[in-house]
C-alpha cells in the first residue's frame, strides 16, 4: 500500500515570497491534517479535513496560509507572503474517517531567506 | 485542551542498556495515546498506542509503554536499545468527541544510542 506523498522535499524561497505544497493521502483516506513542525519542536496542527471539507483551521494563520483540498483526494497547502518565521518542515498526515492513527508524509522542509 | 511533556529533551544511552523515554499528559476527558519516531529528515513512523484495554501495550522495533491514568503518564520503555534506535520520539495525545483524530505533541525527545 503507497503511503502518503508529498512534494516538493525541499523548498528554499526569499521572505514576501509564495510557496505551495501538495499531498496526496492514502487511497481511501478521508481525513488529511496539515502539521507545522519547527526546528526543536513536536508538530502543531494547522488544518483538519474531512472528505473536501475544513472541521478545524483554528490555529491556521489566514492571513497568509490557506489550503484546499478538491475532490477529497489531493490537498495544497498556501503561504503567500512568507515570512523567516514560516521556516519549518510541513507534514501532511491522513486517516480512515478521523480514526486515532495518522500515517504521515515525509514532509515538505521550507527555508525562507 | 490537551497538553503533554516529555520530560527529557536528550537521552544519552549505551548499546545494549535499557532505556526509558517519559511523557506526561493533560487532559479533562479521556484520550488515546501515542508515540511515533522521526529518524533524520523523515517523517513520523507510529511506534505504538494505547486506545483502550491493557495498560501495557508492545509496539514495533521492541518497545513498549504503560498507561497510568492516576499518574497521567505514558512513558516509552525498550530493555535493551541498537544503535538504529537514534532517532527523535515524540509523544501524542488524541481526545474523543470533536477532536478524535488530531494529535498533540509534545516537544520530542532525541534519543542517542552510543557504541
Known amino acids: 500500500e503507497a503511503g502518503v506523498a508529498q512534494s516538493p522535499r525541499y523548498k528554499i524561497i526569499e521572505k514576501r515570497q509564495s510557496v505551495a505544497f501538495w499531498c496526496n493521502p492514502i487511497s481511501g483516506h478521508a481525513t488529511l491534517y496539515w502539521y507545522q513542525q519547527i526546528l526543536g519542536q513536536g508538530p502543531k496542527l494547522l488544518i483538519q479535513?474531512?472528505?473536501?471539507?475544513?472541521?478545524?483551521d483554528s490555529q491556521l494563520p489566514k492571513d497568509r496560509f490557506s489550503a484546499e483540498r478538491l475532490k477529497g483526494v489531493d490537498s495544497t497547502l498556501k503561504i503567500q507572503p512568507a515570512k523567516l518565521e514560516d521556516s519549518a518542515v510541513y507534514l501532511c498526515?491522513?486517516?480512515?474517517?478521523?480514526?486515532?492513527?495518522?500515517?504521515f508524509g515525509q514532509g515538505t522542509r521550507l527555508t525562507v531567506v | 485542551a490537551q497538553s503533554v511533556t516529555q520530560l527529557d529533551s536528550q537521552v544519552p544511552v549505551f548499546e545494549e542498556a535499557p532505556v526509558e523515554l517519559r511523557c506526561n499528559y493533560s487532559s479533562s476527558v479521556s484520550v488515546y495515546l501515542f508515540w511515533y519516531v522521526q529518524y533524520p529528515n523523515q517523517g513520523l513512523q507510529l511506534l505504538l498506542k494505547?486506545?483502550?484495554?491493557?495498560?501495557l501495550v508492545k509496539g514495533i522495533n521492541g518497545f513498549e509503554a504503560e498507561f497510568n491514568k492516576s499518574q497521567t503518564s505514558f512513558h516509552l520503555r525498550k530493555p535493551s536499545v541498537h544503535i538504529s534506535d537514534t532517532a527523535e520520539y515524540f509523544c501524542?495525545?488524541?481526545?474523543?468527541?470533536?477532536?478524535?483524530?488530531?494529535?498533540?505533541f509534545g516537544q520530542g525527545t532525541i534519543l542517542t544510542v552510543h557504541p
Open positions: 479535513f474531512q472528505n473536501n471539507g475544513v472541521v478545524d
Open positions: 501524542a495525545v488524541s481526545a474523543g468527541g470533536t477532536s478524535y483524530g488530531k494529535l498533540t
Open positions: 498526515a491522513s486517516s480512515l474517517n478521523r480514526g486515532p492513527e495518522a500515517f
Open positions: 494505547y486506545l483502550s484495554g491493557s495498560t
